[in-house]
């Protein structure tokens, strides 16, 4: 049997010497020198050899017998792993993939449970509710007295719709769970929604009282399970909820108290544990405690120390009220929220008008706001208050030294002296100022205190690079002068290098509240913004720079970048103009861009324009690439395949761009002819979900710690004969490290037409297209480094990942509508289900009309536009655009992708000041894939935006059959979506203008018959196109990347 099975098996020898040793490494050693006597390096060596040589093999008992032992152990554990992987694929979304491993578990345990229910599991996912159902019907007859399984079955019913069914398993599963007594008020609440479902509203409130009544029942078994297992903190957990549930909280507060005995620094629950204290069991005292913990976890959340100082109020502890106001005004003061500081300084003195410390915290926020003679009273009352106070001393100095009046602020530089003779900054700030006054005494000695760690600290920067010691030197520096604006800034560049933004922005900020016109602090305030994709707060920064200094080309850039990320075109025209005589001016003088290729692509530029600023982008970069390397690289390259072709893959983002389907399908199909190596120059991606660690023919390294030419010979090294990009002009890519030749030859994939040539990229010998994707007759040079496709360079996965997913009925609109006051108190009690798991958990709650209109706001008996694609995508023009069709289509809704609350809100405004009904634009949120395929199916009509083409967004639609509408553009990337359609062979949804766009759309937003058409024949055409296959996708891209090696 195991010679059968294992006889083809690479795995290496050393896992069933790990197997025989049982970790002694003398054995291990003694056994290893048997096998390579013998030549055996791998499990197929020992497999396929005959009984006589694996008999003579000396071992510390019968060979045979040990090895038979030892090939029965790894069998178990190979299908141990192979059980692990299956549910990972689950977790990771690939039903097929799944389905593909349980089929094999299944040959060698026909009537393993777990994997039955397993493969009911993925199919359900994916949609196909009969197969799962003949799952579950077998995993049924092996565990009879299963509830889980029958109210499964009960699901797969209910969404068959087949209610009769679904009904009778619902209470076949009722019948059998009075012992599982932890369960059974959940399956009561489930019957009683699916009776709400049918509209049997009396029934359903009738099965909501018995769930209610039932629910004690779960409380008792989880005591009993706490009893046999009491420091099990997740049952623990799960009680509290259920106590809470019934409205017992002195129970749920003392089950927490429970929890927290065994994980005390659990934010979450000590946070609830404070809040049942303080609104429903009136224990302020405990209520304090559980706060005060909270605050000490995590001293940035604002929202607890408001709920603590509630609590003080309560206990009309008004100094501690107080006392907390300053706190979280501190905190307001540490953000530069100036306005939210100063509210709670002024309610700090109305608790408590004698805190000399509010007197002075409140002056400190005046001061900082410019209020100097507010500031100043401030300042003298906590004077009088607290006579000791150095701090006010020394702030009111720096108040009369700004207003110019340098005899008072000696006067109080001094004074802060005598109270504190080694106030580092007074001296300091005393120093200055005398120096600046002529008045040369002991300056020396005072500026002697503070230079020298900050000059170690730039010897250090200058010379070592080591990163750490030069921060610890400049924190030094700033018990010396902890106002110094250049170190913070200084600090803040450093913790960029050492990818600590929030750190960063903590010096930033501080920098500015020291100097309110620090033009760097803003640069890197904006620059850390925007990849935080904090757009609005990068937009303030930027704008802040812009006053500061209005002609920073590279600022303004990406300012405009920023608005179109939210969408706001309040100004977009004069932005334009603006940007793109930014961009001619910096074209025809030759300057280094203030513009990326990829960003390029977002704005209504010129397929000549975006050209030029790629080819600038590659020519800058050599540039600076040279100047960084010392002496030319010279690579020497593999002279044979010795073995196999070795291909590699360079990408910023493995773990999520749909291209790594692509990768990832092609490693599962050739990995016995080539070996892939996949190199990520992201800090971020992760090893793709598909690729398990014990697999072989293929390795996985991260560069983005090395320099360009570090990365590159680490590349050489592995000896890849044929290098591919991944991430093209995308942010996070390096064209240097290709630059540098480390391999023989180098392609291109997902490089843009517009923007990849000849000219730009010698270092490139070919480029992935579509025959379909190229807008124009290239020159003859270019067209012999083109690797033209028949399919897409960007095929989707949905046939191997979701070929299970099956088209949804369409459905009768009614006007039916459940009146849910009647539940409000039921759900209430019962819809937080999370504290209870039932074995079985994929079959989620879910009416039949999970995918139907009304779970996603969409109105019946309307037209729903669609567009999936990130709301950065579409310019005024396109949006206008779609306007103007619903304008036309009067009974239709246009339904977009939430991307982030502003660009909601800027597309809304906009609607409005063109009079346009704005509650006709609905947002979607991001979900799972699977998931988002069922829903778009709610859509009729799906508008391709016009500047720069949705791809996969647009793919998604017209896999389910949605009509896609797009206009033929000038660029690349506006004319992805018509190579889809032409390819798919659906044309007549390609515009070739404007207004054949928008005549397009109302046509099919008023023929509901010519809409269906389209739909069904894309539904047919979509079934054997190229545009999902990835087998066919990938056959063709490696047979171009293995021939480019041969010829």
């Known amino acids: 049997m195991f010679c059968k099975e294992y006889s083809n098996c690479e795995a290496p020898i050393s896992v069933i010497t790990n197997i025989l040793s049982e970790n002694d490494p003398i054995k291990f050693e003694n056994i290893s020198k048997e096998l390579e006597a013998l030549g055996f390096t791998k499990v197929k060596d020992l497999a396929q050899a005959t009984f006589g040589i694996v008999d003579s093999i000396k071992l510390w008992d019968d060979s045979i017998k040990l090895f038979y032992g030892a090939f029965e152990n790894y069998y178990q554990q190979h299908l141990d792993d ?5 549910k990972l694929e689950m977790e990771n979304g690939n039903f097929t993939r799944t389905q593909q491993i349980c089929e094999k578990l299944l040959q060698q345990k026909p009537n393993d449970l777990n994997v039955i229910i397993l493969m009911a599991e993925s199919f359900f996912k994916c949609g196909n509710y009969d197969k799962s159902l003949s799952f579950l019907k077998m995993a049924n007859n092996l565990n009879p007295n299963s509830f889980q399984m029958l109210i499964n079955i009960a699901f797969n019913y209910w969404k068959l719709s087949n209610y009769d069914l679904a009904r009778h398993y619902f209470l076949e599963a009722i019948k059998k769970s009075p012992s599982y007594n932890d369960y059974s008020y959940i399956i009561r609440n489930k019957y009683a929604k699916f009776l709400l479902s049918q509209n049997r509203l009396k029934k359903a409130e009738e099965q909501f009282e018995i769930a209610l009544k039932s629910a004690p029942q779960s409380i008792q078994a989880f005591e009993k399970a706490i009893y046999l297992d009491p420091e099990n903190a997740s049952t623990l957990k799960n009680l509290a909820v259920a106590y809470c549930n019934q409205d017992n909280m002195f129970m749920s507060a003392e089950t927490y108290k429970k929890y927290l005995k065994l994980l005390p620094d659990d934010l979450e629950i000590n946070l609830k544990l404070a809040m049942i204290y303080f609104h ?32 003080y109020r309560e206990l009309e502890k008004h100094k501690n009220a107080s006392d907390i106001c300053i706190a979280l005004g501190n905190l307001y003061l540490d953000k530069f929220d100036i306005e939210n500081a100063i509210d709670e300084f002024a309610t700090a003195l109305y608790f408590n ?30 004077m009088e208050l607290r006579p000791s106070l150095v701090d006010v001393y020394y702030c009111s100095a720096n108040i009369y030294e700004k207003q110019e009046l340098y005899g008072m602020a000696l006067e109080y530089y001094k004074m802060t002296l005598q109270l504190q003779p080694d106030h580092l900054n007074a001296l300091i700030n005393m120093s200055f100022l005398k120096q600046k006054l002529g008045q040369c005494d002991d300056i020396k000695a005072f500026n002697q205190l503070f230079e020298i760690d900050d000059l170690d600290a730039n010897v250090l920067y200058k010379e070592f690079r080591n990163l750490n010691d030069i921060l610890f030197h400049y924190k030094k520096a700033l018990t010396y002068y902890n106002t110094s604006v250049g170190i913070y800034v200084r600090m803040g560049n450093i913790c960029i290098e050492l990818n600590m933004s929030k750190q960063s922005l903590n010096y930033f900020y501080k920098a500015i509240q020291l100097d309110s ?3 760097e602090a803003f640069i890197n305030i904006g620059s850390i913004q925007k990849d935080n994709e904090n757009f609005i707060d990068a937009i303030h920064a930027y704008e802040a720079t812009l006053k500061l200094k209005p002609d920073f080309p590279e600022i303004y850039c990406n300012l405009v970048i920023c608005l179109q990320k939210v969408c706001d075109w309040s100004d977009y025209d004069s932005h334009m103009k603006k ?35 790629a080819s600038n982008y590659v020519k800058h970069c050599l540039e600076k690439l040279k100047k960084s390397i010392e002496e030319p690289q010279q690579f020497v390259y593999p002279t044979s395949l010795r073995g196999k072709l070795r291909i590699g893959f360079v990408s910023n983002n493995f773990s999520k761009h749909p291209v790594t389907n692509i990768v990832a399908f092609s490693f599962l199909n050739y990995s016995s002819e080539v070996q892939f190596c996949l190199y990520t120059l992201s800090s971020n991606d992760n090893i793709p979900k598909w690729m398990e660690p014990t697999l072989e023919n293929i390795s996985f390294k991260n560069l983005s710690q090395l320099k360009v030419i570090d990365a590159a010979k680490t590349i050489n090294s592995d000896e890849i004969h044929v290098l591919v990009d991944l991430c093209g002009y995308t942010e996070g890519s390096l064209i240097e490290i290709f630059s540098l030749r480390p391999a023989p030859i180098q392609v291109s994939w997902i490089g843009n037409p517009n923007t990849n040539n000849t000219s730009a990229m010698p270092f490139v010998d070919y480029f992935f297209t579509s025959e379909s994707d190229f807008y124009s007759n290239p020159p003859n040079e270019y067209i012999k480094k083109l690797f033209l496709l028949h399919s897409t360079f960007l095929a989707g996965n949905h046939g191997q990942k979701f070929s299970e997913l099956t088209r949804l009925k369409a459905e009768e609109n009614t006007n039916f509508q459940l009146n849910q006051s009647n539940f409000e108190e039921y759900d209430s009690i019962l819809n937080n289900e999370t504290f209870v798991e039932i074995i079985t958990q994929f079959i989620q709650e879910a009416p039949c009309n999970k995918y139907t209109r009304e779970l996603y706001n969409l109105p019946h008996n309307v037209v729903v536009f669609c567009n999936f694609s990130k709301l950065y995508k579409i310019d005024p023009f396109t949006f206008r655009t779609w306007l103007n069709i619903l304008n036309n289509v009067p009974k239709s809704v246009l339904w977009l992708l939430h991307l982030n609350d502003a660009a909601d809100n800027n597309l809304k405004k906009f609607a409005n000041d063109l009079n346009f009904d704005s509650s006709r634009i609905i947002f979607a949120n991001f979900i799972p894939k699977c998931e988002h395929l069922n829903r778009i199916q709610s859509a009729d009509i799906y508008l391709e935006s016009i500047l720069y083409n949705g791809h996969m967004a647009s793919l998604d639609a017209l896999i389910e059959g949605i009509p896609v509408i797009t206009l033929l553009g000038e660029t690349y990337v506006s004319r992805i979506t018509a190579s889809q359609l032409t390819i ?29 058409e389209i739909k069904n024949n894309i539904l047919n055409l979509v079934k054997n196109s190229n545009l999902i296959n990835l087998e066919f996708c990938a056959q063709e891209i490696m047979k171009y990347l293995m021939n480019a090696q041969i010829n």
């Open 984 to 1012: 798919l062979g659906v044309t007549d949804t390609i515009a070739q203008n404007d207004q054949n766009y928008i005549d397009i759309a109302i046509k099919l937003g008023h023929d509901k018959n010519l809409l269906e």
């Open 517 to 519: 016109q620090c033009l």
């Open 579 to 613: 940007l793109k005589k930014i961009v001619n001016k910096h074209l025809n003088d030759d300057q280094v861009l203030s513009l990326l290729p990829h960003d390029s692509l977002f704005l209504p530029l010129s397929f000549e324009v975006q050209n030029k600023i």
């Open 353 to 382: 008008p004698k805190n000399a410390e509010s007197h002075w915290k409140l002056g400190l926020a005046l001061h900082n706001m410019g209020q100097y003679d507010s500031a100043l009273i401030r300042y003298r009352k906590a």
């Open 82 to 86: 192979l059980q692990k992987s299956a």
């Open 280 to 311: 429903n069991l009136d224990n302020y005292q405990e209520a304090e405690v559980y706060l005060k913990k909270c605050i000490e976890l995590q001293p940035q959340r604002d929202d607890i120390y408001k709920n603590l100082y509630a609590v």
